[in-house]
């Protein structure tokens, strides 16, 4: 096993030599127009002349050329066709071991002379699309989706749970996604990307993928997979196109939110942007009950929460393409955040003593919060002249880009005291924690694709990324009876300047062969990872440095036009989130507090799946992942007083395994649905405090879409889902789900459309959990306003057939995710 790197590079490499049986013939020839021209990507298809049974295809290059090779014994024809043209057939010939080489006549293709009066086109793209390695939700279209936010979006997702309460997002049972944005990484930690998907207007949000199973031209970050959130593009036939929308909603506040996309093509330029602004004012909850056996007598301290949170945010995208010629383009991107946030938050502890009441505090947190995120993107891209083989031609991609992200809270805590009679006792004690935490990213990444032949492709890449991070924290407390003045006092023990240095140095070689019924891609990814991890006031530093190698296998097998099975093998790495690194402390409420650690080491997974699909539409995946040091919060608690310590922490292992079915189904001409179920086994096994931890739980996560088409431009969609009871690190989780409704109305030939959606009921997606570990016994709650109906209008104005730029994947593809 020492040696198996060796034996994957030698099957990669061997495969263009071993995978197929020697050809026995080829056939060439020539493909033109009328006039006697060229012509490219013209379809050829190889047929028996006798039935006209496919054998094989080509498409012709930029001489009009084209090869069908491997080609067995028998008699043939081939047949040229072209969107526009008319189809041509030639004359029929042999092959066999005396006429191993054929050249065609040229092949002439007229164009189509008929005209059509009228094409109607009812397809449509579900809200689920489901493919054996990733799911696709088509949001552009989507009813339920308008209006709100990337969040509400995701939470609908196919296996997605989003845990507001421990701020995680996981797949499939599976912690650890990561989540791009157009392929870029968000430079977040987990919570900054819930913070920054909760302030996305999703009318700014085309697709969002959920990838199981990344090859390994992706970072080898994500242990559960990616999530990648592709914002919009228009399409128009003129030299410019766009489409302007405008909503409001109501839930127990009320939000706003307008949005412009703009796109030109002048000549070989391409512009392309977007911007979109959203006032937002919800309200969040959360509720704690803690019961302290080991003191005397027993305790039980009864928290809540409530935040109505006020945020403003700007979201723009901007860039521009020039083609140099049909195989070159150079071009630029730039997009940010913007998020102005404001909550007047209060929280009531409330003790009692052998179920009799005693005390109370009650706490008024001011909070302000700025985040603003920079990026631009400098990409090149060249394709070479075509194999020649049949293929497409050999590419190269080349991105370089940074990216620079600022964070600042600024919170301000008034804590009062009270007695069993809610008489007000003893000084107001306060403490104004102000934090400004800015981080960049540079990165720059080559790839290169050459295609051998129609069969066989390779891959190779490089990528070097360099991030630094600064987060400078000032706690000030003091004390002071009702009127009394009193100067704030610097607290030295909370007050802390964290500098974070990483290099990630990154090189992968992927090839990809097919055959008669098979296609086999296997990869091979090595990072090499240097960390600084400096605490400037405890003059501190943990560095750390090492090289992994992460393979990637995938096998599919098609069977016939209507069965396909893949079998896949990935190893992935998950680095700990920049915060969690990060020792100072973070004050929530009078029993609750965070803390960094700056020893915790990243966390591998080993991953399996094995797939079938049936018509490309109903799927059935089994999966098996498991995870050694896997990185997860918990909870300490000093039981004298009932404070509870929030910190991280490597885990020794956790095992997952998961079966997924996903199949659409269409009741009548006017209602189609797709149902998905993931039913998934999680399972932790270590050790904290001299305390075994051996969590097991089954679970499940079910998804319901359905479409209705009513005519006369009136369509309606609903979506419900459950996610049954599950196991986090020390939590167990209750059951929750939803259901959405909406409806929305074509307007002026199609130019607009209205819509309404009324989202989460039921009021049902609310997160309860509760931990009994060691001497920890608390139940809790955590959910936020969810319940809201919405009106938007969108206009389109231009013709829609251009396709817009700026759609594109950048180097960065796991930083961003972690930054804060």
Known sequence: ???????????????????????????????????GKPLELVTLLLVKAGDSTLVKGAVSDAQGQYTVESVPSGEYRVAASMMGHQKVYSEPFTIDSQH????????????????????TVKAQKPFIEQHLDKTVLNVENS??????????????????????????????????????????????????????????????????????????????????????????????????????????????????????TLNARPGKWSFFGNYAIDQRHYWSMAKIDRRLQTTTPPTLIQQENYRPIQNTSHTYRFGADYAFSKRTTLGLLVNGTKVNGASQGGATSTLYQSDVLTSAQRTQNDNQRDISRLAANVNFRHQFDTTRRGGKGRELLVDVDYSDASFHPDELFETRYFNARQVETGPRSSQHLDMVSDASIRAGKVDYIHPFDRQTTLEAGWKSSYVTLN????????????????????????????????????????GRRTWTGWTLQVGLRLEYTQTDAHSVTANSTVSRSYLNLFPNVTLTRKVGENHQFQYAFSRRIDRPNYQYLNPFIRVFDPYTYQQ??????????????????????????????????????????????????????????????????????????????????????????????????????????????????????LTAELTASYNSPYVYSQNRMKAFGQVSIGVQKSLWQKKAVLRFNWNDLLQTQRFYGKVRFQNMDFRFGTYTETRVARLTFTYNFGNQKLKGGGNRRTVSEDEQRRMN
């Open 471 to 510: 987060n400078d924290l000032r706690v000030e407390t003091k004390s002071a009876e009702v009127g009394q003045t009193v100067p704030w006092q610097l607290d030295t023990g909370r007050t802390n300047q964290f500098e974070y240095r990483e290099i990630i140095h990154a090189g992968y070689l992927s």
């Open 100 to 119: 191993n080489k054929y050249q065609l006549a040229p092949l002439v293709v007229q164009e189509e002379t008929r005209q059509l009066d009228k094409v």
């Open 143 to 260: 009813i339920v989706a308008s209006g709100g936010t990337a969040l509400e979006i995701l939470e609908k997702a196919p296996g997605v749970v989003v845990n507001l309460q421990s701020g995680q997002i996981s797949l499939k049972g599976r912690d650890n996604v990561l989540v791009m944005l157009d392929g870029k990484p968000t430079y977040l930690s987990t919570a900054e990307v819930l913070e920054l998907l909760r302030n996305t207007p999703s009318n700014t949000v085309e697709t969002i993928e959920l990838i199981t199973n990344p090859s390994a031209r992706y970072d080898a970050a994500g242990t559960a997979g990616i999530i990648n959130i592709r914002l919009k593009r228009n399409k128009s036939g003129r030299p410019l196109n766009g489409n302007l929308t405008v909503g409001t909603g109501y839930g127990r506040f009320a939000k706003y939110n307008a949005a412009l």
């Open 1 to 35: 096993m020492k040696n198996w790197p060796l034996t994957l590079a030698f099957l990669l490499f061997s495969l263009p030599l071993t995978a197929a049986s020697p050809p026995v013939g080829t056939v060439s020839g020539l493909v033109k127009d009328s006039a």
């Open 596 to 713: 960094g650690n700056p020893y915790l080491k990243p966390q591998y997974t080993d991953a399996f799946q094995i797939g079938y699909s049936y018509k490309e539409e109903t799927t059935v995946s089994l999966g098996y992942n498991r995870t050694r040091d896997v990185v997860v919060d918990i909870n300490e608690q000093n039981d004298q007083t009932g404070v509870t310590r929030i910190t991280f922490t490597n885990l020794a292992r956790q095992s997952n395994i998961s079966l997924t079915l996903s199949t659409p189904l269409r009741f009548s001409r006017w209602w189609s649905s797709r149902h998905s179920a993931s039913i998934f086994r999680d399972a932790y096994r270590a050790e904290l405090g001299g305390t075994p931890l051996h969590y097991r739980q089954l679970s499940a996560n079910l998804n319901s879409s359905h479409t209705f088409v009513f005519g006369h431009g």
